[in-house]
C-alpha cells in the first residue's frame, strides 16, 4: 500500500510537470494512469478491510470466553499486557510482556505468535508488533479495551475510589504516574522505573479477583533504594527498574521475597467491590 502511495504521488508530479509544459500526449497518458492506480488503491482498501473483518468476528468472539478462563495462556498474555501498557495507553516492549506474564519463555513465544498473526490456527488477533513494540490490533483495540474496564477492576478504577475515599486527587493512575496496580498471581509481581516519582510518595494496588477486593499501600518517599532491591535495566528508556515480588503466605504476608522488607506495614486501606 505504501508503494502503491508513492507511485500514484510520483505520477501525480509528473502530470502537473506535463500541464506546464503543454505535452498533451503525456497529459493524458499520466491521467489514466493516475485513475487506474486510484481504483486499484480503493480496491485494496475495500479488500483489506474485508478480509480482516473474519477476524474481528473472531476476536469478539473468542476474546470473551477467554476472560472466563484466566488459567489460560492467551488470557494471561493480554492480561499482561493491559496492565503493564496502563490499559493501552503506551506500547510495551515484548520482553517486558514476556515477564509480566509469568510463562515460560517457550510456551510464551507459541501463544504470543498465535495472538498477532491472521491464520485459520491462531488464537486470534489482538496484538500488532512494531520494532518490538506491542500494542492492541487497532481494528479490535476499543472492543478489548471496554471488555476489561466493563468486566475487572484496574488501575483506573482502584485509583478513582482511592480517591474518592481520600478525598482528593491523590493517585495518578496515567502510565507516568504514582501508583502501580497488579493482580493476585503466584505472587504481586510489580515493576517500578528508578525516576523522580519515587523521590515522593508512591501508591500500590493488590487485586484479588476471587475475593472481589483490593489493598492499597501508601509506600513512603525514597523507600525504593538501589542497594536495597532486586534492579535490571529497562532497555527500552535506559532507566533502572525494581522488581518487587510480594508472597502472600500467611507467615510471610505482603514480605518481597527478595529484600525481604514487609510492605504489610504499608496497607491504608482494603476495600471490598
Do not use: C
Not at 501508591?203 to 535490571?232: G, Q, S, V
Amino acid at each position: 500500500m505504501k508503494k502503491l502511495e508513492e507511485a500514484l504521488s510520483l505520477v501525480t508530479e509528473l502530470h502537473s510537470h506535463s500541464i506546464i509544459n503543454k505535452d498533451k500526449y503525456y497529459t493524458d497518458k499520466l491521467l489514466q494512469i493516475i485513475i487506474n492506480l486510484s481504483t486499484i488503491d480503493e480496491e485494496l482498501a475495500n479488500y483489506s478491510n474485508d478480509s480482516h473483518q473474519d477476524e474481528i468476528d473472531k476476536v469478539k468472539r473468542k476474546v470473551p470466553k477467554w476472560m472466563k478462563k484466566t488459567h489460560q495462556s492467551n488470557y494471561k498474555i493480554l492480561e499482561a499486557y493491559m496492565e503493564l501498557s496502563n490499559y493501552n495507553e503506551v506500547a510495551m516492549n515484548v520482553n517486558e510482556l514476556e515477564k509480566q506474564s509469568e510463562i515460560e519463555p517457550k510456551t510464551f513465544l507459541g501463544h504470543y505468535n498465535a495472538m498477532k498473526t491472521i491464520s485459520k490456527r491462531n488464537h486470534a488477533k489482538v496484538f500488532e508488533e512494531t520494532n518490538k513494540k506491542v500494542s492492541l490490533w487497532k481494528p479490535v483495540a476499543g472492543f478489548i479495551e471496554e471488555l476489561f474496564e466493563g468486566e475487572e477492576m484496574n488501575k483506573k478504577k482502584a485509583s478513582l475510589i482511592v480517591n474518592e475515599y481520600l478525598g482528593k486527587e491523590v493517585l495518578n493512575p496515567k502510565n507516568n504516574g504514582n501508583v502501580k496496580f497488579s493482580n493476585k498471581k503466584d505472587v504481586y509481581w510489580i515493576n517500578i522505573h528508578i525516576d523522580l516519582r519515587l523521590s515522593s510518595e508512591f501508591h500500590i494496588i493488590l487485586n484479588d479477583k476471587d475475593k472481589r477486593e483490593f489493598t492499597y499501600l501508601l509506600i513512603p518517599e525514597k523507600l525504593f533504594e538501589k542497594a536495597i532491591f532486586k534492579t535490571r535495566l529497562d532497555k527500552t528508556n535506559g532507566l533502572d527498574k525494581i522488581d518487587i515480588k510480594l508472597s502472600y503466605d500467611t507467615h510471610n504476608y505482603l514480605e518481597d521475597i527478595e529484600s525481604k522488607i514487609q510492605f504489610s506495614k504499608f496497607i491504608l486501606k482494603v476495600f471490598k467491590y
